[in-house]
């Protein structure tokens, strides 16, 4: 059971659970690849990330509902051990709806697939049927990706990172695993995704008997308990939170991606590649400072309920958390850009040839102190969706857009491909500012936390 008062020692274990089970799925997949090209073909191979990339951006349709549970978990669990019928009520009127609208996208998606037939130019017949196929058994997971969204939402705001994390890094190793494992007996697509569907069949079972455990209901009545709690109002609630997130989770991705359409218009296609590839090699610097914000967030939702109710210290503690949060993750995410931008040149010599380090070398050392200032920023988005604050956070990103595409665009256009470099720094460098200056608005303010 976890507690409800972490120490600093318990957080900080739970951060470094919560970045094992992101890197260590991460490292599986890239250490896949390889063993995939050799015995998928490169054509297939390119269908399957393709459909992971996809299934994986569809997690948007969980509307913020994970993270709403999340906030809505820890704040109920303020000083108390056990769940209440508040916190059923949040888990089961998130997993209705998830459910409905994962099973509503499968039909719908389904049924285009079946009328239409596979979204990509391949090579044969054989292999259209069998990407069609392969398709039809990758789209099962879609519910089951939104609903353990919902029981990952529930455990993350009960503190129970060591198992969530303990379950989510072999379920990533097998995600990659099971497709190598096929792809060495058959190259078929469609063995692979069965094998996916499985694995993540697996991971929803498993992640529903931790919740129940953490519930006290035992695991074969939990359907019914859940079913019976969800309302109409709770739903409501929660969706007002969750509404937001879903727009910053939107609009996030199109701004990352804007840039790359932008030099495809205005400079060639070829160009993208130059920029794309480095793009994606730094961008995984954020992923550090996640790690610390899954733990972060329930953490400071407990907190700024506590301070809203009968703890006036907890609202002290809560500024103390992000303050150290904060440079903590400044400190070690300045070593890694400072060692990534020595490194870059000759990283990229070695991997890519030198034609292409001298391409891209300046872009990657912008990129990297881009990235790093975006991953620092983390800390003030999290904290501030904590107290509730997310529609402040989702206009803020929604103002960016337009803006930011225009600073692209002249910035190419003068500088060529390190001018969008420069101004994906600029626009980090500016989204921080503001969230820090909301943050600091906010910590002046004696209301905190979030009504549900």
């Known amino acids: 059971m976890a507690k409800t008062a972490p120490s600093s020692r318990q957080f900080v274990n739970s951060a470094v659970w919560s970045l094992m089970g992101t890197v260590v799925p991460m490292l599986a997949a890239l250490a896949a690849v390889p063993w995939l090209m050799h015995y998928m073909g490169q054509e297939r191979l390119g269908v399957l990330s393709l459909v992971w990339v996809v299934v994986g951006y569809f997690s948007f349709l969980d509307m913020g509902l994970g993270r709403a549970v999340t906030v809505a978990v820890a704040a109920d669990r303020s000083g108390r051990p056990r769940a209440l019928a508040d916190e059923i009520h949040v888990v089961g009127s998130a997993l209705v709806l998830l459910l409905a609208v994962g099973l509503a996208m499968t039909a719908v998606?389904?049924?285009?697939?079946?009328?239409?037939?596979?979204p990509f130019k391949l090579s044969s017949a054989e292999l259209i049927n069998e990407v069609r196929l392969a398709l039809l058994?990758?789209?099962?997971?879609?519910?089951?990706?939104?609903?353990?969204?919902?029981?990952?939402?529930?455990?993350?705001?009960?503190?129970?990172?060591?198992?969530?994390?303990?379950?989510?890094?072999?379920?990533?190793?097998?995600?990659?695993?099971?497709?190598?494992?096929?792809?060495?007996?058959?190259?078929?697509?469609?063995?692979?995704?069965?094998?996916?569907?499985?694995?993540?069949?697996?991971?929803?079972?498993?992640?529903?008997?931790l919740t129940a455990h953490e519930i006290g209901h035992a695991m074969a009545a939990m359907p019914a308990v859940l079913l019976r709690h969800s309302t109409w109002p709770w739903l409501r609630r929660l969706l007002s939170f969750g509404g937001w997130v879903t727009v910053s989770n939107v609009v996030g991705p199109v701004i990352v991606y804007v840039d790359r359409f932008v030099i495809g218009a205005t400079l060639a296609a070829s160009s993208v590649a130059v920029y794309a590839v480095p793009f994606d090699m730094v961008s995984r610097l954020p992923v550090l400072v996640a790690a610390l914000c899954s733990v972060l967030l329930p953490e400071l939702a407990r907190l700024s309920s506590l301070a809203s109710a009968t703890d006036p210290s907890a609202l002290r503690r809560s500024h103390q958390l992000v303050r150290r949060s904060s440079i903590f993750s400044a400190l070690v995410v300045a070593v890694l850009v400072v060692v990534g931008a020595l490194a870059a040149p000759w990283a990229l010599a070695l991997w890519l040839g030198e034609d292409f380090a001298q391409q891209s070398g300046t872009l990657t050392q912008v990129l990297l102190v881009a990235f790093g200032v975006n991953a620092v920023a983390q800390i003030p988005f999290t904290a501030l969706q904590a107290v509730g604050k997310v529609r402040a956070v989702a206009l803020l990103h929604s103002a960016e857009l337009v803006p930011y595409a225009v600073l692209v665009f002249f910035a190419i256009s003068w500088l060529g491909l390190v001018g969008a470099a420069w101004a994906w720094l600029l626009r980090s460098i500016i989204d921080y500012g503001v969230l820090g200056w909301m943050w600091h608005k906010q910590t002046l303010s004696p209301s905190m936390g979030i009504k549900f």
Request: proline letters at 6%.
């Open 109 to 118: 998606l389904g049924s285009c697939i079946a009328i239409w037939g596979a």
């Open 137 to 209: 058994w990758t789209l099962p997971s879609l519910p089951l990706l939104l609903l353990s969204s919902a029981f990952r939402g529930h455990l993350e705001g009960v503190g129970a990172f060591r198992a969530l994390n303990q379950l989510r890094i072999p379920t990533g190793i097998l995600l990659v695993a099971i497709p190598c494992l096929t792809a060495y007996f058959s190259p078929s697509l469609v063995w692979a995704c069965l094998g996916i569907f499985l694995v993540r069949l697996l991971h929803l079972l498993v992640l529903s008997a």
